[in-house]
């Protein structure tokens, strides 16, 4: 149960640190008072109090970037908020994915993997092993794609956690080639992953 301290804030209202649950990326900062946190808790939508237009403000409630609700936890001191949530878009009203103007990709060197691959697609490196296998065109790649998982399974039914790694690998990099063919990244996988979990 959350017992925030809100006598601690400017007129009642506590700092709150928004982070994407599945990046881990701060989006941005807001404030809530009692009543943003209550309707934040039974809306599942992110609500702050607006100091500049003094009233409650749900974010997404003009451009429909909402902020979906994982979960809400206070510090040590119970006066300032970290607010777990799923955005449904770019967070900053100026468009940017945070309001520091970061990128909010969390996959680390997945998000890396997927740019140098679709510099390979598109580049003129006649040698490249990536741009030969877009070349080649959807069956090709799709066919790599069946290849390497029937030997990820082969490795699987052995005891050889190098080759089985490896294999793993070559796999989610020609699935990575494979998505980029039909048009798609990623995240674009992920966002199914996360509606099928809530």
């Known amino acids: 149960m959350l017992k925030p301290d809100f006598s601690k804030g400017e007129n009642g209202l506590l700092p709150a640190i928004i982070q994407d649950d599945i990046t881990g990326k701060v989006l941005m900062l ?11 808790q039974s809306s599942g939508k992110v609500t702050f109090y607006s ?9 997404g409630e003009s451009s429909e970037n909402y902020l979906n609700l994982v979960d809400i936890s206070l510090d040590c001191d119970q006066d300032t908020f970290l607010i777990k949530a799923i955005p449904d878009g770019p967070t900053c009203h ?3 994915d945070t309001c520091w103007d970061e990128k909010n990709e969390g996959f680390g060197f997945l998000n890396k ?5 679709e510099g390979r697609k598109n580049g003129d490196n006649e040698k490249s ?14 066919q790599k794609v069946g290849e390497e998982a029937v030997e990820v399974v082969i490795e699987a039914k052995d005891n050889n956690e190098e ?10 990099f020609h ?14 996988v992920i966002k199914i992953l996360e509606g099928r979990h809530r």
Not at 30 to 38: D, R
Not at 163 to 172: C, I, M, P, R, V
């Open 113 to 117: 993997l997927e740019q140098v691959i």
């Open 163 to 172: 080759l089985f790694l490896n294999e793993s690998a070559d796999l989610l």
């Open 51 to 59: 100091r500049s237009k003094q009233r409650l403000w749900t974010k």
């Open 129 to 142: 092993y990536v741009k030969s296998l877009f070349d080649k065109g959807i069956n090709k790649v799709a």
């Open 94 to 96: 100026t468009g940017a």
């Open 175 to 188: 699935y990575l080639i494979l998505l980029q063919a039909k048009g798609y990244k990623l995240k674009d």
């Open 30 to 40: 807001g404030y809530m008072n009692e009543e943003a946190l209550e309707k934040t």
